[in-house]
Protein backbone atom coordinates (compact mmCIF):
# COMPACT_ATOMS: atom_id res chain seq x y z
CA UNK A 1 0.00 0.00 0.00
CA UNK A 2 1.38 3.61 -0.94
CA UNK A 3 1.48 6.07 1.89
CA UNK A 4 -0.20 9.74 0.55
CA UNK A 5 2.25 12.24 2.20
CA UNK A 6 -0.38 14.63 3.61
CA UNK A 7 -0.17 15.05 7.45
CA UNK A 8 -2.81 13.87 9.93
CA UNK A 9 -3.56 15.62 13.60
CA UNK A 10 -5.85 14.53 15.68
CA UNK A 11 -7.87 17.45 17.56
CA UNK A 12 -10.45 16.84 20.86
CA UNK A 13 -13.65 19.16 21.35
CA UNK A 14 -13.88 20.26 24.18
CA UNK A 15 -10.51 20.23 24.80
CA UNK A 16 -10.03 19.70 28.62
CA UNK A 17 -6.71 18.45 29.74
CA UNK A 18 -8.41 15.83 32.45
CA UNK A 19 -11.82 13.88 31.40
CA UNK A 20 -13.65 12.21 33.62
CA UNK A 21 -15.22 8.81 33.60
CA UNK A 22 -18.57 8.78 31.75
CA UNK A 23 -17.87 12.36 29.49
CA UNK A 24 -18.58 12.54 26.34
CA UNK A 25 -15.90 13.68 23.67
CA UNK A 26 -15.57 14.49 19.96
CA UNK A 27 -11.97 13.59 18.24
CA UNK A 28 -11.61 15.23 15.35
CA UNK A 29 -8.81 13.30 12.60
CA UNK A 30 -7.93 16.39 10.13
CA UNK A 31 -6.39 15.65 6.87
CA UNK A 32 -4.18 18.78 5.76
CA UNK A 33 -4.48 19.43 2.38
CA UNK A 34 -7.04 17.51 1.91
CA UNK A 35 -9.99 19.70 1.22
CA UNK A 36 -12.15 18.17 -1.86
CA UNK A 37 -10.84 15.07 -1.21
CA UNK A 38 -13.42 12.02 -0.07
CA UNK A 39 -11.97 10.47 2.74
CA UNK A 40 -12.19 7.53 5.46
CA UNK A 41 -10.62 7.07 8.60
CA UNK A 42 -9.60 4.24 10.62
CA UNK A 43 -8.95 4.99 14.68
CA UNK A 44 -6.49 3.44 17.03
CA UNK A 45 -7.43 3.55 20.38
CA UNK A 46 -6.16 2.02 23.61
CA UNK A 47 -8.74 -0.80 23.32
CA UNK A 48 -8.86 -1.77 19.83
CA UNK A 49 -8.34 -0.83 16.20
CA UNK A 50 -11.79 0.64 14.56
CA UNK A 51 -11.85 -0.85 10.63
CA UNK A 52 -12.29 1.86 7.71
CA UNK A 53 -15.20 3.53 7.62
CA UNK A 54 -16.72 6.71 5.85
CA UNK A 55 -17.93 9.80 7.67
CA UNK A 56 -19.41 13.02 6.34
CA UNK A 57 -17.53 14.09 9.18
CA UNK A 58 -14.13 13.53 10.80
CA UNK A 59 -15.49 13.53 14.62
CA UNK A 60 -15.71 10.19 16.26
CA UNK A 61 -17.63 10.54 19.46
CA UNK A 62 -16.44 8.41 22.39
CA UNK A 63 -17.08 8.54 26.16
CA UNK A 64 -14.29 8.43 27.98
CA UNK A 65 -13.33 5.23 29.74
CA UNK A 66 -9.26 4.84 29.43
CA UNK A 67 -6.69 6.84 29.66
CA UNK A 68 -4.04 6.05 26.45
CA UNK A 69 -3.51 7.02 23.23
CA UNK A 70 -5.72 7.83 19.98
CA UNK A 71 -4.68 8.67 16.71
CA UNK A 72 -5.62 7.94 13.18
CA UNK A 73 -5.14 8.06 9.43
CA UNK A 74 -6.98 8.21 6.57
CA UNK A 75 -7.30 7.31 2.66
CA UNK A 76 -9.32 7.81 -0.25
CA UNK A 77 -12.29 6.41 -1.25
CA UNK A 78 -10.96 6.87 -4.67
CA UNK A 79 -7.72 4.98 -3.76
CA UNK A 80 -8.24 2.64 -1.15
CA UNK A 81 -4.52 1.09 -2.01
CA UNK A 82 -2.89 4.28 -0.21
CA UNK A 83 -3.47 6.02 2.57
CA UNK A 84 -1.23 8.79 4.75
CA UNK A 85 0.91 7.94 7.98
CA UNK A 86 -0.77 7.85 11.36
CA UNK A 87 -1.12 11.11 13.11
CA UNK A 88 1.03 11.74 16.65
CA UNK A 89 -0.85 10.12 19.22
CA UNK A 90 -3.48 12.20 21.56
CA UNK A 91 -2.86 11.62 24.97
CA UNK A 92 -5.86 11.60 26.71
CA UNK A 93 -6.59 11.20 30.70
CA UNK A 94 -9.41 9.51 32.21
CA UNK A 95 -9.83 9.59 35.93
CA UNK A 96 -12.45 8.85 38.40
CA UNK A 97 -15.44 10.93 38.79
CA UNK A 98 -14.98 13.75 40.71
CA UNK A 99 -16.09 15.10 44.06
CA UNK A 100 -16.98 18.76 45.17
CA UNK A 101 -16.01 20.20 48.02
CA UNK A 102 -17.19 22.79 49.98
CA UNK A 103 -15.69 24.84 52.34
CA UNK A 104 -16.38 28.31 53.83
CA UNK A 105 -14.13 31.04 55.48
CA UNK A 106 -16.83 33.76 57.17
CA UNK A 107 -19.93 34.07 55.57
CA UNK A 108 -18.23 32.86 51.86
CA UNK A 109 -18.62 29.38 50.92
CA UNK A 110 -16.13 28.10 48.45
CA UNK A 111 -16.90 25.24 45.86
CA UNK A 112 -14.44 23.14 44.09
CA UNK A 113 -13.61 20.06 43.06
CA UNK A 114 -10.90 17.07 43.75
CA UNK A 115 -8.95 16.37 42.07
CA UNK A 116 -8.12 19.82 40.62
CA UNK A 117 -9.89 20.36 36.60
CA UNK A 118 -11.71 22.91 34.59
CA UNK A 119 -14.33 24.08 32.67
CA UNK A 120 -17.10 24.01 35.59
CA UNK A 121 -19.81 25.47 36.29
CA UNK A 122 -20.83 25.43 40.25
CA UNK A 123 -24.86 24.92 41.68
CA UNK A 124 -25.43 25.69 45.68
CA UNK A 125 -28.58 24.65 47.20
CA UNK A 126 -29.65 25.28 50.72
CA UNK A 127 -31.82 22.41 52.47
CA UNK A 128 -31.62 18.85 53.62
CA UNK A 129 -34.52 17.31 51.75
CA UNK A 130 -36.25 19.94 49.04
CA UNK A 131 -33.10 21.45 48.10
CA UNK A 132 -32.87 25.46 47.42
CA UNK A 133 -31.14 26.54 44.47
CA UNK A 134 -29.88 29.40 45.32
CA UNK A 135 -29.66 32.29 42.84
CA UNK A 136 -28.41 36.11 42.16
CA UNK A 137 -32.24 36.65 43.41
CA UNK A 138 -31.50 35.14 47.13
CA UNK A 139 -27.90 34.90 47.29
CA UNK A 140 -24.55 37.23 46.87
CA UNK A 141 -22.24 35.79 44.19
CA UNK A 142 -18.87 36.84 44.08
CA UNK A 143 -17.89 34.87 41.42
CA UNK A 144 -18.65 31.33 39.77
CA UNK A 145 -17.61 29.23 42.66
CA UNK A 146 -17.98 31.15 45.91
CA UNK A 147 -21.12 32.65 47.16
CA UNK A 148 -21.86 34.86 50.39
CA UNK A 149 -24.55 33.74 53.00
CA UNK A 150 -26.11 35.29 55.98
CA UNK A 151 -28.74 32.67 56.36
CA UNK A 152 -27.84 29.33 58.71
CA UNK A 153 -28.90 26.22 57.53
CA UNK A 154 -27.26 23.44 55.53
CA UNK A 155 -25.71 24.04 52.08
CA UNK A 156 -24.54 21.63 49.49
CA UNK A 157 -22.73 22.31 46.16
CA UNK A 158 -22.60 20.28 42.56
CA UNK A 159 -21.39 21.33 39.78
CA UNK A 160 -21.68 20.93 35.51
CA UNK A 161 -19.21 20.71 32.77
CA UNK A 162 -19.96 21.59 29.09
CA UNK A 163 -20.69 18.10 28.38
CA UNK A 164 -23.69 17.72 30.62
CA UNK A 165 -21.52 15.76 33.48
CA UNK A 166 -22.48 16.12 37.09
CA UNK A 167 -20.17 16.03 39.96
CA UNK A 168 -21.60 14.67 43.12
CA UNK A 169 -23.51 16.66 45.73
CA UNK A 170 -21.27 16.51 49.00
CA UNK A 171 -19.83 19.06 50.99
CA UNK A 172 -22.02 20.43 53.69
CA UNK A 173 -22.15 23.77 56.09
CA UNK A 174 -24.83 24.21 59.52
CA UNK A 175 -25.27 26.65 61.20
CA UNK A 176 -27.14 26.21 64.73
CA UNK A 177 -27.87 28.57 67.38
CA UNK A 178 -26.87 28.50 71.12
CA UNK A 179 -28.79 26.12 73.31
CA UNK A 180 -30.13 24.10 70.12
CA UNK A 181 -28.83 20.73 70.11
CA UNK A 182 -27.66 19.47 66.27
CA UNK A 183 -28.45 15.20 65.69
CA UNK A 184 -25.07 13.73 63.25
CA UNK A 185 -25.95 10.02 62.28
CA UNK A 186 -22.90 7.88 61.00
CA UNK A 187 -23.98 5.05 58.87
CA UNK A 188 -22.21 2.66 56.23
CA UNK A 189 -24.14 1.58 53.45
CA UNK A 190 -25.43 -1.65 52.91
CA UNK A 191 -23.96 -3.45 55.71
CA UNK A 192 -24.96 -4.30 59.49
CA UNK A 193 -22.89 -4.70 62.53
CA UNK A 194 -20.54 -1.32 62.71
CA UNK A 195 -19.50 0.66 65.64
CA UNK A 196 -18.73 3.93 64.39
CA UNK A 197 -16.08 6.77 66.44
CA UNK A 198 -16.38 10.25 65.93
CA UNK A 199 -13.68 13.23 65.39
CA UNK A 200 -13.94 16.74 65.97
CA UNK A 201 -11.29 18.39 64.29
CA UNK A 202 -8.39 16.29 64.88
CA UNK A 203 -9.29 15.24 68.36
CA UNK A 204 -11.37 11.80 69.19
CA UNK A 205 -14.02 11.99 70.62
CA UNK A 206 -14.29 9.00 73.02
CA UNK A 207 -17.76 10.19 74.70
CA UNK A 208 -19.33 9.69 71.75
CA UNK A 209 -18.10 5.58 70.48
CA UNK A 210 -21.65 4.29 69.30
CA UNK A 211 -21.72 0.31 70.28
CA UNK A 212 -24.03 -1.32 67.84
CA UNK A 213 -27.15 -0.22 65.80
CA UNK A 214 -27.70 0.57 62.43
CA UNK A 215 -26.82 4.59 62.61
CA UNK A 216 -24.28 5.81 64.95
CA UNK A 217 -26.35 8.73 66.01
CA UNK A 218 -24.64 11.81 67.98
CA UNK A 219 -26.11 15.00 69.51
CA UNK A 220 -23.95 18.20 69.69
CA UNK A 221 -24.15 21.44 70.91
CA UNK A 222 -20.49 22.67 70.41
CA UNK A 223 -19.50 24.27 66.82
CA UNK A 224 -16.29 22.38 64.74
CA UNK A 225 -15.47 20.29 62.05
CA UNK A 226 -17.22 16.59 62.26
CA UNK A 227 -15.97 13.35 60.44
CA UNK A 228 -16.95 9.59 61.54
CA UNK A 229 -16.07 6.20 60.44
CA UNK A 230 -16.80 2.71 60.66
CA UNK A 231 -15.70 -0.67 62.27
CA UNK A 232 -16.28 -3.90 63.43
CA UNK A 233 -14.98 -7.33 64.01
CA UNK A 234 -12.22 -8.86 66.21
CA UNK A 235 -9.29 -7.32 65.08
CA UNK A 236 -11.18 -4.68 63.84
CA UNK A 237 -11.50 -3.32 60.27
CA UNK A 238 -12.40 0.22 59.51
CA UNK A 239 -14.29 2.43 56.91
CA UNK A 240 -13.08 5.21 55.07
CA UNK A 241 -13.39 7.95 57.04
CA UNK A 242 -16.50 10.32 55.90
CA UNK A 243 -16.36 13.95 54.49
CA UNK A 244 -16.42 16.80 57.45
CA UNK A 245 -19.27 18.48 58.34
CA UNK A 246 -18.88 22.10 59.67
CA UNK A 247 -20.95 22.90 62.54
CA UNK A 248 -21.06 27.03 63.46
CA UNK A 249 -22.86 28.42 66.71
CA UNK A 250 -24.79 31.39 66.42
CA UNK A 251 -25.11 33.23 69.61
CA UNK A 252 -28.51 34.68 70.62
CA UNK A 253 -26.80 38.08 71.93
CA UNK A 254 -28.38 41.75 69.71
CA UNK A 255 -25.17 43.27 68.43
CA UNK A 256 -25.83 47.42 67.79
CA UNK A 257 -23.72 49.72 65.85
CA UNK A 258 -23.79 53.56 67.26
CA UNK A 259 -22.46 56.36 65.39
CA UNK A 260 -20.40 59.28 67.53
CA UNK A 261 -21.50 62.40 66.56
CA UNK A 262 -24.94 60.96 65.98
CA UNK A 263 -25.08 63.47 62.95
CA UNK A 264 -27.98 62.16 60.15
CA UNK A 265 -25.45 64.04 57.51
CA UNK A 266 -22.25 63.81 57.14
CA UNK A 267 -19.85 65.56 54.68
CA UNK A 268 -16.24 63.83 53.05
CA UNK A 269 -13.31 64.74 55.53
CA UNK A 270 -15.24 65.05 58.72
CA UNK A 271 -14.08 62.09 60.71
CA UNK A 272 -17.12 59.89 62.71
CA UNK A 273 -16.59 56.76 65.50
CA UNK A 274 -18.78 53.71 64.91
CA UNK A 275 -19.16 51.30 67.92
CA UNK A 276 -19.93 47.74 67.96
CA UNK A 277 -22.01 46.52 70.93
CA UNK A 278 -22.81 43.15 72.22
CA UNK A 279 -25.45 43.06 74.40
CA UNK A 280 -25.14 40.81 77.55
CA UNK A 281 -21.81 40.31 76.41
CA UNK A 282 -19.66 41.84 79.42
CA UNK A 283 -17.05 39.59 80.70
CA UNK A 284 -16.70 38.29 77.26
CA UNK A 285 -13.03 39.06 75.19
CA UNK A 286 -14.79 39.62 71.44
CA UNK A 287 -12.63 40.57 68.23
CA UNK A 288 -15.33 42.48 65.62
CA UNK A 289 -15.76 41.90 61.77
CA UNK A 290 -17.38 45.39 59.85
CA UNK A 291 -19.06 45.47 57.01
CA UNK A 292 -19.37 48.37 54.95
CA UNK A 293 -20.23 50.14 51.15
CA UNK A 294 -16.57 49.17 49.83
CA UNK A 295 -15.52 45.83 52.04
CA UNK A 296 -15.37 43.39 54.79
CA UNK A 297 -12.73 43.59 57.45
CA UNK A 298 -11.95 42.09 61.14
CA UNK A 299 -10.57 44.41 63.56
CA UNK A 300 -9.35 42.33 66.24
CA UNK A 301 -10.38 43.36 70.08
CA UNK A 302 -11.52 46.89 68.95
CA UNK A 303 -15.34 47.74 69.39
CA UNK A 304 -14.59 51.45 67.99
CA UNK A 305 -13.23 52.09 65.04
CA UNK A 306 -13.01 55.51 63.66
CA UNK A 307 -13.31 56.69 59.89
CA UNK A 308 -12.88 59.73 58.09
CA UNK A 309 -16.58 59.53 56.03
CA UNK A 310 -16.15 58.83 52.66
CA UNK A 311 -19.06 57.14 51.11
CA UNK A 312 -22.70 57.05 51.75
CA UNK A 313 -23.83 53.18 52.35
CA UNK A 314 -24.84 50.81 55.05
CA UNK A 315 -22.31 49.98 57.89
CA UNK A 316 -22.90 46.86 59.98
CA UNK A 317 -20.89 44.42 62.21
CA UNK A 318 -20.94 40.93 63.81
CA UNK A 319 -18.59 39.47 66.78
CA UNK A 320 -17.32 36.18 67.87
CA UNK A 321 -15.51 35.27 71.22
CA UNK A 322 -11.20 34.71 70.83
CA UNK A 323 -11.76 31.75 72.19
CA UNK A 324 -14.20 30.03 69.87
CA UNK A 325 -14.17 30.40 65.68
CA UNK A 326 -17.01 28.33 64.89
CA UNK A 327 -19.15 30.59 66.93
CA UNK A 328 -20.34 34.26 66.32
CA UNK A 329 -23.24 36.81 66.44
CA UNK A 330 -25.83 37.31 64.02
CA UNK A 331 -24.95 40.74 61.93
CA UNK A 332 -26.44 43.97 63.50
CA UNK A 333 -28.85 45.67 61.90
CA UNK A 334 -27.40 48.12 59.35
CA UNK A 335 -26.74 51.83 60.57
CA UNK A 336 -27.20 53.50 57.21
CA UNK A 337 -24.66 56.73 57.10
CA UNK A 338 -25.07 59.70 54.36
CA UNK A 339 -21.96 61.26 53.28
CA UNK A 340 -22.51 64.68 50.91
CA UNK A 341 -19.89 67.14 49.21
CA UNK A 342 -18.96 70.33 50.54
CA UNK A 343 -17.58 73.03 48.64
CA UNK A 344 -13.70 72.85 49.75
CA UNK A 345 -11.09 75.79 49.26
CA UNK A 346 -8.84 73.43 47.45
CA UNK A 347 -9.25 70.73 44.84
CA UNK A 348 -6.99 67.34 44.10
CA UNK A 349 -6.57 66.16 40.55
CA UNK A 350 -5.02 62.99 39.74
CA UNK A 351 -3.30 62.15 36.61
CA UNK A 352 -3.62 59.46 35.34
CA UNK A 353 -7.39 59.86 36.65
CA UNK A 354 -8.47 56.44 37.95
CA UNK A 355 -8.14 54.78 41.09
CA UNK A 356 -7.05 51.58 40.12
CA UNK A 357 -3.07 51.67 39.44
CA UNK A 358 -0.37 48.91 38.53
CA UNK A 359 2.25 49.08 40.96
CA UNK A 360 4.41 50.23 38.35
CA UNK A 361 2.79 53.03 36.99
CA UNK A 362 3.98 56.89 37.97
CA UNK A 363 1.26 58.91 39.14
CA UNK A 364 1.12 62.54 39.42
CA UNK A 365 -1.55 64.45 42.35
CA UNK A 366 -1.88 68.56 41.70
CA UNK A 367 -3.69 70.28 43.92
CA UNK A 368 -5.32 73.56 42.98
CA UNK A 369 -6.56 76.44 45.04
CA UNK A 370 -5.79 79.89 46.55
CA UNK A 371 -2.19 79.32 48.04
CA UNK A 372 0.90 78.81 46.70
CA UNK A 373 2.38 76.17 48.98
CA UNK A 374 1.01 72.95 49.42
CA UNK A 375 1.53 69.54 50.51
CA UNK A 376 -0.07 65.96 49.60
CA UNK A 377 -0.76 63.99 52.44
CA UNK A 378 -2.15 60.62 52.47
CA UNK A 379 -3.50 58.07 54.83
CA UNK A 380 -2.01 54.41 54.44
CA UNK A 381 -4.87 51.73 55.26
CA UNK A 382 -5.91 51.59 58.08
CA UNK A 383 -3.86 54.02 60.22
CA UNK A 384 -0.72 55.40 58.70
CA UNK A 385 -0.05 59.09 57.79
CA UNK A 386 2.45 60.11 55.64
CA UNK A 387 3.06 63.41 53.04
CA UNK A 388 4.91 63.19 50.07
CA UNK A 389 8.41 63.58 51.03
CA UNK A 390 8.13 60.25 52.40
CA UNK A 391 6.85 58.62 49.30
CA UNK A 392 7.09 60.79 46.57
CA UNK A 393 8.67 64.20 45.25
CA UNK A 394 7.03 67.07 45.64
CA UNK A 395 7.32 70.41 42.28
CA UNK A 396 5.38 73.19 43.35
CA UNK A 397 1.79 72.37 43.68
CA UNK A 398 2.42 68.42 42.05
CA UNK A 399 3.34 65.88 43.95
CA UNK A 400 4.83 63.31 41.72
CA UNK A 401 4.92 59.44 42.92
CA UNK A 402 7.75 56.83 40.18
CA UNK A 403 5.83 53.75 41.56
CA UNK A 404 2.51 53.82 43.23
CA UNK A 405 2.47 51.34 46.22
CA UNK A 406 0.74 48.07 46.40
CA UNK A 407 -1.94 49.27 48.78
CA UNK A 408 -5.30 51.26 49.65
CA UNK A 409 -4.37 55.03 50.17
CA UNK A 410 -6.60 58.30 51.04
CA UNK A 411 -4.62 61.47 49.32
CA UNK A 412 -5.67 64.80 49.87
CA UNK A 413 -4.24 68.31 49.72
CA UNK A 414 -3.61 70.97 52.42
CA UNK A 415 -2.30 74.35 53.17
CA UNK A 416 -2.73 76.39 56.03
CA UNK A 417 -6.78 76.22 56.89
CA UNK A 418 -7.56 74.71 53.17
CA UNK A 419 -7.85 71.29 52.71
CA UNK A 420 -9.20 68.89 49.47
CA UNK A 421 -11.76 66.56 49.30
CA UNK A 422 -9.90 63.18 49.90
CA UNK A 423 -9.93 60.61 47.09
CA UNK A 424 -8.90 56.90 47.20
CA UNK A 425 -6.26 55.41 45.07
CA UNK A 426 -5.23 51.55 45.14
CA UNK A 427 -2.43 49.70 43.53
CA UNK A 428 -2.14 46.61 42.25
CA UNK A 429 0.18 43.56 41.13
CA UNK A 430 -2.78 42.04 39.35
CA UNK A 431 -2.55 41.65 35.46
CA UNK A 432 -5.94 43.32 34.78
CA UNK A 433 -7.31 46.86 36.46
CA UNK A 434 -10.60 48.73 36.16
CA UNK A 435 -10.13 52.14 34.97
CA UNK A 436 -12.92 54.31 37.29
CA UNK A 437 -12.67 58.01 38.30
CA UNK A 438 -11.38 58.93 41.06
CA UNK A 439 -13.97 62.05 41.85
CA UNK A 440 -17.75 61.24 42.54
CA UNK A 441 -19.67 61.66 39.28
CA UNK A 442 -22.84 64.37 39.48
CA UNK A 443 -26.12 62.87 38.47
CA UNK A 444 -27.09 62.89 34.71
CA UNK A 445 -23.38 63.35 34.01
CA UNK A 446 -21.59 60.57 31.48
CA UNK A 447 -19.10 58.52 32.72
CA UNK A 448 -16.66 55.97 30.95
CA UNK A 449 -15.13 52.60 32.77
CA UNK A 450 -12.45 50.83 31.33
CA UNK A 451 -10.29 48.07 31.35
CA UNK A 452 -6.61 47.66 31.05
CA UNK A 453 -4.12 44.59 30.70
CA UNK A 454 -0.52 45.22 32.49
CA UNK A 455 1.52 44.51 29.23
CA UNK A 456 -0.91 44.96 26.20
CA UNK A 457 -3.80 45.71 24.86
CA UNK A 458 -7.09 43.62 25.28
CA UNK A 459 -8.32 41.58 22.24
CA UNK A 460 -10.78 39.22 23.41
CA UNK A 461 -14.10 39.87 25.18
CA UNK A 462 -14.17 42.04 27.90
CA UNK A 463 -17.32 41.24 30.80
CA UNK A 464 -18.05 44.43 33.38
CA UNK A 465 -19.88 43.78 36.57
CA UNK A 466 -21.70 45.65 38.93
CA UNK A 467 -22.45 44.39 42.34
CA UNK A 468 -21.30 41.05 41.29
CA UNK A 469 -24.00 41.16 38.57
CA UNK A 470 -22.88 40.94 34.73
CA UNK A 471 -23.96 44.14 32.63
CA UNK A 472 -22.08 44.36 29.63
CA UNK A 473 -20.60 41.46 27.76
CA UNK A 474 -19.03 43.24 24.67
CA UNK A 475 -15.96 43.25 22.30
CA UNK A 476 -15.10 46.91 23.79
CA UNK A 477 -12.56 47.55 26.43
CA UNK A 478 -14.96 50.45 27.22
CA UNK A 479 -18.35 50.86 29.00
CA UNK A 480 -19.87 54.31 28.37
CA UNK A 481 -23.16 55.40 30.81
CA UNK A 482 -24.95 58.59 29.36
CA UNK A 483 -26.31 59.81 32.36
CA UNK A 484 -25.68 58.59 35.77
CA UNK A 485 -28.15 58.13 38.70
CA UNK A 486 -28.02 56.84 41.97
CA UNK A 487 -28.60 53.53 40.96
CA UNK A 488 -25.39 53.36 39.11
CA UNK A 489 -23.61 53.51 42.62
CA UNK A 490 -21.44 50.60 43.53
CA UNK A 491 -18.98 47.90 43.16
CA UNK A 492 -17.40 47.61 39.92
CA UNK A 493 -14.94 45.63 38.39
CA UNK A 494 -13.91 43.98 34.80
CA UNK A 495 -13.15 40.54 33.44
CA UNK A 496 -10.98 39.58 29.77
CA UNK A 497 -8.82 36.63 29.34
CA UNK A 498 -10.06 34.62 32.64
CA UNK A 499 -8.74 37.73 34.53
CA UNK A 500 -10.49 39.34 37.19
CA UNK A 501 -9.65 43.11 37.71
CA UNK A 502 -10.06 44.21 41.10
CA UNK A 503 -13.63 46.30 41.90
CA UNK A 504 -13.41 49.16 42.82
CA UNK A 505 -16.41 51.37 44.03
CA UNK A 506 -18.27 53.95 41.61
CA UNK A 507 -19.79 57.25 43.75
CA UNK A 508 -22.87 59.07 42.97
CA UNK A 509 -23.65 62.35 43.63
CA UNK A 510 -27.01 64.16 43.85
CA UNK A 511 -27.29 66.88 41.18
CA UNK A 512 -28.99 69.31 44.40
CA UNK A 513 -27.62 69.60 47.69
CA UNK A 514 -29.55 72.02 49.47
CA UNK A 515 -27.46 73.13 52.86
CA UNK A 516 -28.91 75.82 55.09
CA UNK A 517 -25.83 75.65 57.21
CA UNK A 518 -22.47 74.16 56.76
CA UNK A 519 -19.87 73.22 59.36
CA UNK A 520 -16.81 71.65 57.92
CA UNK A 521 -13.73 70.58 60.63
CA UNK A 522 -10.79 68.85 59.50
CA UNK A 523 -7.84 67.74 61.68
CA UNK A 524 -5.04 65.10 62.09
CA UNK A 525 -6.39 61.86 63.78
CA UNK A 526 -3.61 59.13 63.60
CA UNK A 527 -5.30 56.08 64.60
CA UNK A 528 -8.36 57.28 62.34
CA UNK A 529 -9.61 54.82 58.72
CA UNK A 530 -10.61 56.39 55.30
CA UNK A 531 -12.44 54.14 52.67
Not at 94 to 123: F, H, I, M
Not at 296 to 312: E, G, H, M, P, V
Not at 398 to 424: D, L, M, P, R, Y
Amino acid sequence: METVPNKVIVRQKPSWSQMFRGETITLTCEVQGGEGVQWEYQWRTPQSLRSWRIRAETGQTITASISGEYSCKSRSTDDLYSSTNWSEALRLSVSDKPKAQLSRSGETLTCSVNPSSSGWRYYFYRGEKNDELLTVKNTEFISNEKIRVSRGGVYRCTGRRESGYYMEITGTTTTVSVGDRVTLICSVEKSTGWKYEWFRGTSYLSEYRINGGENGEIRVSQGGIYRCRGFRGEPAIYSDTSDEVNIYITFPNKVIVTQKPSWSQMFRGETITLTCEVQGGEGVQWEYQWRTPQSQRYRTNRKDWTITASISGEYSCKSRSTYDSYSSTNWSEALKLSVSDLHPSASLSVSPDRVQHFTSDSVSLTCEGNSAEWRVGSFLLPDLLSFCSDWGTMNGSTCHVQKIQSSNAVFWCESGSAFSNAVNITGHDDDLILLSPVHPVTEGHSVTLGCKWRTENLRSKVFFYQNYTLIQSESRVEMIIPAVSKSHEGFYKCQSSGKESPQSWLAILSSIINLSQVFFKHFCCYNCISF
